[in-house]
T-cell receptor, first 113, second 113 residues
Framework: QQQVKQSPQSLIVQKGGISIINCAYENTAFDYFPWYQQFPGKGPALLIA?????SEKKEGRFTISFNKSAKQFSLHIMDSQPGDSATYFCAARASGSARQLTFGSGTQLTVLP | GAGVSQTPSNKVTEKGKYVELRCDPISGHTALYWYRQSLGQGPEFLIY????????DSGLPNDRFFAVRPEGSVSTLKIQRTERGDSAVYLCASSPGTGSEAFFGQGTRLTVV
């Protein structure tokens, strides 16, 4: 059962444009929603994260929007740059004893120069 | 160390052989996780250690997979009787404690031929 659904699978954006990646979850016990960035041959690196008590979090060019009632959250990359070209994963983690992350299937972002 | 270190970075083995994958977490991190990432997919949870004990091994696919962390630092993921379907990147992550940010290593790419 895929608990975190991510779309699109791939995304091509012009330099300076806005990249938007969406995720939806099913498990209402999730209380932590991070986004990871992964370059080829590297492990995932935390980009930004949000908890469900806020609807938006912004760090530099990266913004997470969170809709608790719809069980959806999204990553917005403003002024996208070629260096942002990577694979992005949303993830979720539940409170309590289950501390592992459940990842989406990933979005391969290409920012054209 | 400065980050999570995984060795080897690449491992090619024949079907049916036994392999060991090593993870050196960030010094002082008590929580350690193993994930498996198949091509084009997000990481999937395998096992979680808090200190020396496996707090959650619900993600291990079958009894061919086993992991240890005898002194609460270095961990070894062991795979017996490898199958071609075991081919993937095996990622290790550590965090200062449960609920904290997880830092990933660059992974071990396992290829079973």
């Amino acid at each position: 059962q895929q608990q975190v659904k991510q779309s699109p699978q791939s995304l091509i954006v012009q330099k300076g444009g806005i990249s938007i990646i969406n995720c939806a979850y099913e498990n209402t016990a999730f209380d932590y929603f991070p986004w990871y960035q992964q370059f080829p041959g590297k492990g995932p690196a935390l980009l930004i994260a949000i908890r469900p008590d806020v609807s938006e979090k912004k760090e530099g060019r990266f913004t997470i929007s969170f809709n608790k009632s719809a069980k959806q959250f999204s990553l917005h990359i403003m002024d996208s740059q070629p260096g942002d070209s990577a694979t992005y994963f949303c993830a979720a983690r539940a409170s309590g004893s289950a501390r592992q992350l459940t990842f989406g299937s990933g979005t391969q972002l290409t920012v054209l120069p | 160390g400065a980050g999570v270190s995984q060795t080897p970075s690449n491992k090619v083995t024949e079907k049916g052989k036994y392999v060991e994958l090593r993870c050196d977490p960030i010094s002082g991190h008590t929580a350690l996780y193993w994930y498996r990432q198949s091509l084009g997919q997000g990481p999937e949870f395998l096992i979680y250690f808090q200190g020396t004990g496996a707090a959650d091994d619900s993600g291990l696919p079958n009894d061919r997979f086993f992991a240890v962390r005898p002194e609460g630092s270095v961990s070894t993921l062991k795979i017996q009787r490898t199958e071609r379907g075991d081919s993937a990147v095996y990622l290790c992550a550590s965090s200062p404690g449960t609920g904290s940010e997880a830092f990933f290593g660059q992974g071990t790419r396992l290829t079973v031929v």
